[in-house]
């Protein structure tokens, strides 16, 4: 099955720098990735998501970018504020079954004033 | 966006009762629902995957007999979690799609605790 590896596993910046949160996965038939934001106690909100056939894509401060050939993707945050505190999970599935999501082990963001 | 409701939020029960929790999807029809448990400062754990008028699809590892999932409805699937234990407590969450192509929205979770 699928295998989804997240670093690192907590970041800290300061406010208005810019955070990057990396992920890896195994199974190349994976074709939809969806970051989350989970603040404590509180549901995954989906923040931007990316389908295989492009490379990059931008909502306002937030950014993802895929390699297919490497199997990687990732989450760019810029102009960090407080607000983006929380933990971050990155996710992969194949839509062509069941898009079971398979997770990262989470990043715990604080941005520090 | 789409919006999917859990009921209960919390639930505190004694070691062996059963529990129920349910999922809904309040502005579109969901074809899968999928069932998650996540303990603390960890990841999301898939359990199961549910589609409407099927049987549910469980995870490696998952006992279908403690946790009953049945998903009637294109807008409502249930969890039942049977003769809980201790470690059964959790926070359960579930989420919703409209295809299998499409996002899934989660809900609000229920944090179970089992004393």
């Known amino acids: 099955g699928e295998n989804v590896e997240q670093h690192p596993s907590t970041l800290s910046v300061q406010e208005g720098d810019s955070a990057v949160i990396k992920c890896t996965y195994s199974?190349?038939?994976?074709?939809?990735f969806p970051w989350y934001k989970q603040e404590l106690g509180k549901r995954p909100q989906l923040i931007i998501d990316?389908?295989?056939?492009?490379g990059e894509k931008k909502d306002q401060r937030i950014a993802v970018t895929l390699n297919k050939t490497a199997k990687h993707f990732s989450l760019h945050i810029t102009e960090t504020q407080p607000e983006d505190s929380a933990v971050y999970f990155c996710?992969?599935?194949?839509?062509?079954?069941?898009?079971?999501?398979?997770f990262g082990t989470g990043t715990q963001l604080k941005v520090e004033l | 966006g789409a919006v999917v409701s859990q009921h209960p939020s919390r639930v505190i029960c004694k070691s062996g009762t059963s529990v129920k929790i349910e999922c809904r999807s309040l502005?579109?029809?969901?074809?899968?629902m999928f069932w998650y448990r996540q303990f603390p400062k960890q990841s999301l754990m898939l359990m199961a995957t549910?589609?409407?008028?099927?049987?549910?699809?469980?995870e490696q590892g998952v006992e279908k007999d403690k946790f009953l999932i049945n998903h009637a409805s294109l807008t409502l699937s249930t969890l039942t979690v049977t003769s809980a234990h201790p470690e059964d407590s959790s926070f359960y969450i579930c989420?919703?799609?409209?295809?299998?192509?499409?996002?899934?929205?989660f809900g609000p979770g229920t944090r179970l605790t089992v004393l």
């Open positions: 990316i389908r295989s056939n492009v």
């Open positions: 549910s589609n409407e008028g099927s049987k549910a699809t469980y």
């Open positions: 989420s919703a799609s409209a295809s299998s192509t499409d996002t899934q929205y």
């Open positions: 199974d190349s038939a994976s074709n939809y």
């Open positions: 996710a992969a599935s194949y839509t062509g079954g069941e898009n079971k999501l398979t």
């Open positions: 502005d579109f029809q969901a074809t899968t």
